[in-house]
Every structure is written in structure tokens, then in C-alpha cells.
């Protein structure tokens, strides 16, 4: 009579997981993420061009467009008689009223031949979010020459 061996099977030891695939894995969804990620403008790469330390004494080719922000957060443009109110809404942070006056204006300087300028007063109150907002707004629409002032008639 044969006699029958009796194997035991080798998987009694502790089971492995192995790692080399999902270390692939990992990485490819790290590339795709990265690849299809949008990136946001900062508001540190909007290449503002910032005024120069003293007064030019040339006047500019078409008139300022003037933004004045105050400490509520209401925004509005123009200046004494012809100030418009715009966004007020704080929790609102595209602007989209104050985006479609500075639309018009950029297109009509554009049209004249000659570069956008705006003037921002904000108020000491105001918070820097605000400002940032209106930022954003100018960047929104490729406006790149503003300054700061602290004077309005």
C-alpha cells in the first residue's frame, strides 16, 4: 500500500499585502490631480503697476476711473455729484456690478488708444478682503495701472 504524505499548507504564516502597486497608484493620482487642478491668480501675481514716489507732472491720456471703498464694505464709483453706488453686499465677493462698469470703461479706453487707469480711495475701516475683492475685480478685466489715494473731490 502507498503511503500518503500529509503536506501542511504554507499559509499559515501572517499574509503580506504588497505595497509596490499602491505606492504607483498613489502617485498617479497625486500627477492627475495636479495636472487637472486650476490654478487662481493670487492676488500677489496680478502685476499691478504701483505709483511712482512723486507726482508725475504729466496728465494722463483719458480720466481715472475712481473706486471708493467704504468701512461698511459698500463700493462706489465715480466721484461728488456722479458717484454711483455698487456693491454693498458683503458677502457677495465678485462684484459683479462694479466688474460690468469696469468692463465698460477698459473697453472704451482700449478703443481711445490708451491704457485704463483707476483710483481707489479705501477707507482706513474698510477691510482688507474688500480691497482684495476689488482687486480681483481689476484683474478680472485686465486693468493692470492702479493707485491709491487718499484724496477725493
Given at each position: 500500500m502507498?503511503?500518503?504524505?500529509?503536506?501542511?499548507?504554507?499559509?499559515a504564516a501572517d499574509p503580506a499585502l504588497d505595497m509596490s502597486s499602491l505606492i504607483d497608484v498613489c502617485f498617479l493620482?497625486?500627477?492627475?490631480?495636479?495636472?487637472?487642478?486650476t490654478i487662481a491668480p493670487r492676488e500677489t501675481d496680478l502685476g499691478m503697476a504701483l505709483p511712482a514716489a512723486t507726482p508725475s507732472s504729466?496728465?494722463?491720456?483719458?480720466?481715472?476711473?475712481?473706486?471708493?471703498?467704504?468701512a461698511s464694505g459698500a463700493i462706489f464709483t465715480g466721484v461728488g455729484a456722479s458717484q454711483q453706488p455698487m456693491d454693498a453686499d458683503m458677502?457677495?465677493?465678485?462684484?459683479?456690478?462694479?466688474?460690468?462698469?469696469?468692463?465698460?470703461?477698459?473697453s472704451a479706453a482700449r478703443a481711445a488708444s490708451s491704457k485704463p487707469l483707476v483710483q481707489i480711495?479705501?477707507?482706513g475701516a474698510a477691510t482688507q478682503q474688500r480691497v482684495i475683492?476689488?482687486?480681483?475685480?481689476?484683474?478680472?478685466?485686465?486693468?493692470?495701472?492702479?493707485?491709491?489715494?487718499d484724496l477725493l473731490d
Open positions: 502507498a503511503r500518503h504524505r500529509k503536506y501542511e499548507a504554507e499559509g493620482l497625486l500627477i492627475y490631480f495636479l495636472v487637472t487642478s504729466e496728465q494722463p491720456e483719458i480720466e481715472p476711473f475712481f473706486i471708493k471703498i467704504e458677502s457677495v465677493r465678485e462684484l459683479p456690478l462694479l466688474r460690468g462698469q469696469l468692463d465698460v470703461y477698459a480711495y479705501a477707507d475683492d476689488v482687486l480681483n475685480a481689476l484683474a478680472g478685466v485686465s486693468i493692470s495701472s492702479v493707485t491709491f489715494t
